[in-house]
């Protein structure tokens, strides 16, 4: 089933076409990549699914239905739940009241207090901050503040989840234990987009990619395919890549 | 944050509020009439910074329109103050303040930083002179008289404001709005794209805060007896709220009060005893504190609370 729909989805910034008449969908269950180079419109266009930015022209359907002009606040009450790619955490509030407000608004149905602490508490152990749920958020590392937005996102009960550039700037130990926490993600059947440079991840977990270059749609396909498409090579991978290692 | 700490503040705080309210209530009889005045003027700062806090206090948005909603009342009070019973009067000037502030916020709040500031500012001077000129080119008048009620009817009222404000903060610090106020202060996009609702949610506490300041402008106008755009929409009202929480802190809910309740004092003390130095002194207390109290005046009382044996609220 289709989750979610764009059709000739675009968006100028004065002049620039930041995203260009893309079309795309993504299957329920699914772990689809976006990758392309920097300033290719992969931030845009999760802006725009998460109605931070309207498309125009351009519609978006989830679940079959016309979402495109909503508020960002009735889009995660729907069930669409994202990360940032710069993080957005609430500095000053402790970790567990960052992930509370997710779970208070960002759920369609009204939980009381004692069960919107416990899901709390539960998507902290999740991710792994249960120990630090008392700290303010700033003074996590930057890896745990990453995993603090996933938990705040998952806490909106979300059916699709979308992870702007989850392991950038974490070393090669956080990369392992993102991906580990990306795929019991997947397990709980979640359907996610994730923007990723790290290639590494991008083709151990995703069924599918789509290469986004200058705001338009160049490539779409399973990790094989992506990695072997000349075109993508050209424009990202680049010759030497090990990509799929 | 310490779980017991939690617990007991939770049934002391609004034990204390009890306590003073009731002694409060009964102060006309057993103080002086100046007692009653100058309470009643530290009711109104009172109600003024505490309100000015629950909008911007949280948010961080940084609202200069205090004095525009504080006269907004006054001159509903001027309007209609004789006509009908004065407790309705004053309902009806918050109501009016609250029904201009959502009408203002809806139109503005998307404006950040020193843009909202800046215009909230200009709403106080926007609404003085719309006034002057509607009551010179259709009544013919600048001024208009307001019909006088006693002190102790105004310090009544001004005290039913107040406890009901007091409620009012109380429960929304202590719900789920309270925590997504924070939230928008903290990181707004973060909070939109976590379901918190943030143009509802920043406009419907803008006017909470205006329907306050524009019930204590009704009954303060009945003390005035004269009025004019100048008295009713005094921008010295827009700033004293921000210095008198900045001075008490703003991270505690007592904080705003002991602001207020003591520059107010002070005001008052130093205009009578030292007219002349007044603004000098004043001025040094000011920078004095904020300069080696970043917290506030609340913030030192906490930290000597850290150090007795018994005050675990310690966290952090």
């Known amino acids: 089933m289709r989750i979610l729909e764009g059709e000739g989805v675009t968006k100028y910034f004065g002049g620039l076409s930041a995203v260009s008449d893309v079309d795309f969908y993504v299957d329920q269950g699914e772990v689809v990549g976006l990758i392309g180079p920097n300033g290719a419109g992969k931030t845009t266009l999760f802006n725009l699914i998460s109605a931070a930015l309207v498309p125009k022209p351009g519609i978006i359907k989830f679940k079959g239905r016309d979402i495109t002009g909503m508020k960002p606040h009735a889009i995660c009450r729907l069930g669409i739940a994202r990360t940032f790619q710069t993080v957005k955490i609430f500095a000053n509030l402790p970790v567990f009241s960052n992930v509370r407000v997710g779970s208070l608004f960002g759920a369609s149905k009204k939980t009381s207090p004692a069960e919107t602490g416990k899901t709390t508490a539960e998507l902290l152990e999740f991710v792994g ?24 996102a998952l806490a909106t009960k979300p059916e ?3 992870l702007d550039e989850l392991m950038a700037g974490l070393n090669q130990t956080e990369v392992t234990q993102a991906m580990d926490l990306l ?14 440079h790290v290639m590494k ?30 075109k993508v090579i050209e424009v990202y991978l680049g010759e030497q890549t090990n990509a799929g290692s | 944050m310490d779980v017991s700490g939690i617990n007991s503040k939770k049934l002391i705080t609004p034990g204390i509020f009890i306590v003073v309210l009731a002694l409060l209530a009964a102060l006309p009889f057993y103080a002086s009439l100046y007692g009653v005045v100058l309470i009643t003027s530290i009711l109104m700062y009172i109600i003024l910074t505490v309100s000015w806090t629950i909008f911007s206090g949280t948010t961080g948005y940084l609202s200069l329109a205090t004095a525009a909603f504080f006269g907004v009342g006054i001159y509903t009070s001027a309007i209609l ?8 009067v004053v309902i009806l000037g918050g109501l009016v303040s609250f029904g201009v502030a959502a009408l203002v916020g809806a139109l503005t709040l998307r404006l950040k930083g020193v843009y909202f500031a800046m215009f909230t500012l200009g709403l106080v001077e926007l609404i003085k002179h719309s006034l002057i000129w ?47 106020l924070q939230a928008i202060g903290e990181q707004e996009e973060a909070a939109a794209h976590s379901g918190v609702n943030v143009t509802m949610l920043k406009v419907v506490t803008f ?53 207020a309740t003591i520059i107010a004092y002070l005001e008052e003390i130093l205009l009578t005893k030292f ?17 080696y109290l970043p917290q506030g005046i609340s913030g030192l009382v906490q930290k000597f609370w850290r150090r007795f044996p018994g005050g675990k609220s310690a966290n952090t």
């Open chain 1, 201 to 230: 991840a991008i083709m151990n977990v995703c069924d599918r990619i789509i290469v986004l270059h200058h705001g338009q749609k160049i490539a779409e396909g399973t990790p094989q395919e992506i990695a072997t498409s000349k």
């Open chain 1, 160 to 162: 699709l989840l979308l």
């Open chain 2, 275 to 291: 007219p002349y130095y007044y603004m000098l002194i004043f001025g040094v207390i000011l920078s004095i504190v904020i300069l």
């Open chain 1, 129 to 152: 901050l249960s120990n630090v749920s008392n700290i303010p958020a700033k003074d996590l590392t930057l890896a745990n503040q990453k995993r603090l937005e996933v938990a705040r």
């Open chain 2, 81 to 88: 103050a004789g006509q009908i019973p004065i407790v309705i």
């Open chain 2, 134 to 180: 509607y009551e010179i080119k259709f009544t013919g008048t600048r001024g208009r008289f307001v019909i006088v009620v006693d002190n102790e009817t105004i310090f009544w009222i001004m005290l039913g404001i107040f406890a009901v404000l007091l409620i009012t903060t109380y429960i929304i610090r202590n719900s789920k709005y309270g925590l997504a």
């Open chain 2, 207 to 259: 006017a909470i805060s205006a329907l306050f300041m524009g019930a204590a402008g009704a009954i303060m106008a009945t003390r005035w007896t004269y009025i004019d755009p100048g008295i009713a929409f005094n921008i010295n009202l827009s700033f004293l709220p921000v210095l008198m929480a900045i001075f008490g802190g703003m991270t505690q809910l007592f904080g705003p009060f002991l602001g």
């Open chain 1, 183 to 196: 795929k019991q993600i997947r397990g709980e059947g979640i359907t996610v987009i994730m923007i990723e």
